[in-house]
């Protein structure tokens, strides 16, 4: 049966992780390559990196990172910040990694989405969508589309837009709230569950998570097949195993293999 | 000994040459692990690893386009039996017809179409993408070590399309998703993974270690 996936991202900065990742005694916190080798070690189901580089020229060190992370870990990694050309999807593939994550070039030119999946196939083109609810007090429930950090408004649908791209050929759909995101409150289940049900392919939740049960909620209220968290993970506040076994104890389908052998992890 | 990775555009082979580098280490293998698209490196290959990631019409041109590779890899598959291991796509192409978008033909190594996955289930995701366990259909020497069933070890899927042997003996192990699919096919010398070994952590790596070794 399939399991649901845990997946804990990092937001990188001139190849760096923004905020140090406090969980485990790494030689060195804030290299996503050690972070994200000590998450594979952990039982992580897959690992996205979110590139947060403001200069384009900047780049390089970004695709470096993505290389020596695919050198260490066997684990799929999803990248995604700064996306906008047919270009930048080949040079992260080629420099490693399985998927690669569409924001506001998917926004801007929706037939980018089907561009992208034509030429590298469905399974890895992920769309991230971030949303704002927009309806007030006693009206039907409606989230807009936000890009730049949720600062710009597209005056887009959300659900509408997560079934256009869904059937342009996005593989997956990463959705943030962006009244949840940072804030430890849950994610807002209404959107992913809007969104998970509107569309055929999997959803991952994003955004807001601040304990265990907030990820439980987002597969069995939110209806998402996958569930992203970053900050619980970075700040130690609980272990992937502790997430995993939890989500297990509340009935999800979890996988929990021992993890391959992480002595040798550090060797590879 | 020697391994060859075949590359032939389909997408990063680094890490899968890492997966089997450290697969080769832990079982204290001694072999040169070589990703190339010469053709004449698969002539002198021991065994031969063919991945591929994308469409399956994609992934068979992307194999036409490399001159003498279809004739190398037939020669050293049928008359010299050597080990071949087909990953994703690379094991997708084994069959007689892939049934992606349009109709294209595969190496027919292994009788049977690609065909879109439908779940007996409408809720279940497509792309099938995750963790899954598998079931063993019959035992074989690349699953020695390695737990199948519901609480067994878990395999990396990502994909859209399955192949369904024509002949129900070339399957070796399925996945349950709505349903069963085809997770591992294999016969005399040949196997292919519907599922990705180099992303699928301890499985992954047994699995690779137990290619390394086979003597079919």
């Known amino acids: 049966m399939l399991k649901v996936r845990l997946i804990p991202c990092l937001d990188v900065k001139d190849g760096r992780v923004v905020k140090g990742v406090q969980f485990v005694d790494l030689v060195d916190a804030g290299d996503p390559v050690e972070a994200a080798k000590a998450y594979d070690a952990a039982g992580a189901d897959e690992l996205c990196f979110l590139d947060i580089t403001a200069s384009h020229e900047a780049r390089g060190i970004l695709l470096d990172v993505v290389r020596r992370t695919a050198e260490a870990c066997f684990m799929p990694l999803t990248v995604g910040g700064g996306v906008r050309t047919v270009e930048d999807i080949r040079n992260l593939l080629l420099a490693g990694a399985d998927k690669v994550s569409i924001n506001t070039a998917a926004v801007k030119n929706p037939d980018f989405v089907r561009e992208a999946s034509e030429k590298f196939g469905n399974q890895c083109i992920v769309v991230a969508i971030d949303a704002k609810k927009v309806s007030g007090e006693g009206e039907p429930t409606a989230w807009e589309i936000f890009t730049h950090g949720g600062r710009n408004a597209t005056g887009i649908d959300a659900i509408a837009f997560a079934k256009q791209v869904a059937a342009l050929g996005a593989g997956e759909l990463l959705v943030t709230s962006m009244d949840r995101d940072g804030t430890k409150g849950g994610y807002d289940l209404a959107l992913v569950r809007a969104i998970a049900d509107a569309v055929s392919v999997p959803v991952i939740a994003s955004g807001g998570v601040g304990n265990l049960d907030h990820l439980v909620d987002g597969v069995e209220k939110g209806h998402a097949s996958a569930v992203l968290a970053a900050s619980i993970f970075h700040f130690g506040t609980h272990t992937i195993s502790e997430a995993k076994s939890y989500m297990a104890e509340k009935g999800l389908k979890m996988r929990l293999d021992e993890p391959a052998h992480s002595a040798s992890n550090r060797a590879a | ?216």
């Open chain 2, 1 to 216: 000994m020697s391994v060859v990775i075949i590359d032939y555009g389909s997408g990063n082979l680094h890490s899968a040459a890492k997966a089997f580098e450290r697969a080769a280490r832990e079982a204290e293998l001694d072999l040169s692990i070589t990703v190339s698209s010469d053709p004449n490196m698969v002539a002198k290959a021991d065994r031969i690893v063919l991945p591929g990631v994308g469409a399956f019409a994609d992934c068979r041109r992307g194999l036409d386009s490399v001159p003498g590779m279809v004739e190398v890899l037939q020669r050293r598959v049928h008359e010299d039996k050597r080990p071949f291991f087909g990953i994703c796509v690379g094991m997708q192409l084994m069959a007689t017809r892939g049934l992606e978008h349009t109709t294209s033909y595969g190496l027919d190594w292994i009788h049977g179409d690609v065909k879109a996955i439908e779940p007996s289930d409408p809720s279940l995701k497509i792309p099938h993408m995750g963790w899954n366990t598998l079931e063993l259909a019959k035992p074989h020497p690349l699953l020695d070590g390695i737990p199948t069933g519901p609480d067994g070890l878990h395999a990396y899927f990502v994909h859209s399309y399955a192949l369904t042997p024509a002949d129900p003996a070339d399957v070796v192990a399925t996945t349950d998703y709505g349903g069963p699919v085809t997770a591992i096919v294999g016969r005399d010398n040949l196997v292919g993974a519907q599922f990705h070994p180099e992303k699928s952590q301890a499985l992954g790596l047994r699995l690779i270690a137990n290619f390394l070794r086979w003597r079919p």
